[in-house]
């Protein structure tokens, strides 16, 4: 199964900005980016201008980039 690195961070932030960074392992980018849109850590709360941003397996190709929407 493929391997996704994901960043959450401020809105067209870039990985240096990051609130956190996660793997995902995923069939696919949308099942990827579904995972990480969701997806709830420790002291990363929700509020609006956060994004996550899905990458390539070695973290340097952006491959989605869309609205945060953990935990609320």
């Given at each position: 199964?493929?391997?996704?690195v994901?960043?959450i ?64």
């Amino acid at each position: 199964m493929p391997t996704y690195v994901f960043d959450i961070v401020p809105a067209g932030g870039d990985r240096t900005q990051s609130l956190f960074n996660g793997i995902i392992l995923a069939p696919d980018v949308d099942s990827a980016r579904d995972a990480a849109q969701t997806d709830r850590q420790k002291g990363v709360v929700w509020k609006p201008g956060l994004e996550v941003v899905v990458f390539d397996s070695a973290g340097e190709t952006e491959l989605w980039r869309g609205p945060y929407l953990g935990t609320r």
